[in-house]
């Protein structure tokens, strides 16, 4: 079993930065990818970044360039440093994790808001 506990979000305004952070418990060791996801009011959720072993990471188009997801294995922490945000990165976001028997593990999420 894995826990996964999200922080960070936060009310920004447009242009500005955010840094959400995850921190995983249990059986970490078995970790092989983790993910940001982000459920807009009204919209499916989706996925903004992932990060895989041996593989590497991946984004959602609309946050190329902006957005950068890191893991810290030795902290068991996961990072989404967000930078130029707009109104349409406003959504809540969830922390992923998956296993190497495929289990998927979430955390809770934590809110995102851009506004003026």
């Known amino acids: 079993q894995v826990q996964l506990v999200a922080s960070g979000g936060g009310l920004v305004q447009p242009g500005g930065s955010l840094r959400l952070s995850c921190a995983a418990s249990?059986?970490?060791?078995?970790?092989?990818?983790m993910a940001w996801y982000r459920q807009a009011p009204g919209k499916e959720a989706e996925l903004v970044a992932r990060?895989?072993?041996?593989?590497?990471?991946n984004y959602a188009d609309s946050v190329k360039g902006r957005f950068t997801i890191s893991r810290d294995k030795a902290k068991n922490t996961l990072s989404l440093q967000m930078n130029n945000l707009t109104p349409e990165d406003t959504a809540v976001y969830y922390c992923?994790?998956?296993?190497?028997?495929?289990?998927?593990?979430w955390g809770q999420g934590t809110q995102v808001a851009v506004s003026s």
């Open positions: 990060v895989t072993e041996h593989v590497g990471t």
């Open positions: 992923n994790a998956r296993d190497l028997a495929e289990v998927e593990y």
């Open positions: 249990g059986s970490t060791f078995s970790i092989y990818a």
